[in-house]
T-cell receptor, first 110, second 114 residues
Framework: GQSLEQPSEVTAVEGAIVQINCTYQ??????LSWYQQHDGGAPTFLSY????GLEETGRFSSFLSRSDSYGYLLLQELQMKDSASYFC???????????FGTGTRLQVFP | EAQVTQNPRYLITVTGKKLTVTCSQN?????MSWYRQDPGLGLRQIYY???????DKGDVPEGYKVSRKEKRNFPLILESPSPNQTSLYFC?????????????FGPGTRLTVT
């Protein structure tokens, strides 16, 4: 089956850099997406990697390596407002289903 | 304002009493989807629709029905709710095809079945 694994929780301090990993066992997908979800809120789209390599959007960067079945989200200059859950997701070629990872809860401390 | 709306936001019901959660989007999106979110299990897709009158099962479709008679609306129907369907439900929409990686989510519906 298709699955995406993430660490359940990551902690860091303000101003630090944190990397959230996503390893997957799936094939035939368009690319890797990342979503952010604050407590009590809805998921919001952060970034997308269609090709291998690094994509940068402000303080956030995302990376994909299809050969390693691996991706990550890199958050720099962490702020308290970055405390949230982060999900990776892939869109299947064959079914057009969007499959989400298990989610990583990031806690940023002062 | 571009948005996905869901109603109701909160619902407490009893086992077996049919209910419908509505979902509407104003972005002319082709792709719409329903997810449920449970602690430790992330977001799991229930049903999705790639266009009007086209629906497909996601990973957890049992106990749910959907319909897509108009492009903007995608209601989720629970014919006979059971306590294991207590969850947080999200509707989402996107442009479709290989652009479906960017989904816009509604605010969520918290359902409790007693």
């Amino acid at each position: 089956g298709q699955s995406l694994e993430q660490p359940s929780e990551v902690t860091a301090v303000e101003g630090a850099i944190v990397q959230i990993n996503c390893t997957y066992q799936t094939s035939g997908f368009y690319g890797l997406s990342w979503y952010q979800q604050h407590d009590g809120g809805a998921p919001t789209f952060l970034s997308y990697n269609a090709l291998d390599g690094l994509e940068e959007t402000g303080r956030f960067s995302s990376f994909l390596s299809r050969s390693d079945s691996y991706g990550y989200l890199l958050l720099q200059e962490l702020q308290m407002k970055d405390s949230a859950s982060y999900f990776c997701a892939v869109l299947s070629y064959n079914t057009d289903k969007l499959i989400f990872g298990t989610g990583t809860r990031l806690q940023v401390f002062p | 304002e571009a948005q996905v709306t869901q109603n109701p936001r909160y619902l407490i019901t009893v086992t077996g009493k049919k209910l419908t959660v509505t979902c509407s989007q104003n972005m002319n999106h082709e792709y719409m989807s329903w997810y449920r979110q449970d602690p430790g299990l992330g977001l799991r897709q229930i049903y999705y629709s790639m266009n009007v009158e086209v629906t497909d099962k996601g990973d957890v479709p049992e106990g749910y029905k959907v319909s897509r008679k108009e492009k903007r609306n995608f209601p989720l129907i629970l014919e006979s709710p059971s306590p294991n369907q207590t969850s947080l439900y999200f509707c989402a929409s996107s442009r479709g095809g290989d652009l479906s990686y960017e989904q816009y989510f509604g605010p969520g519906t918290r359902l409790t079945v007693t």
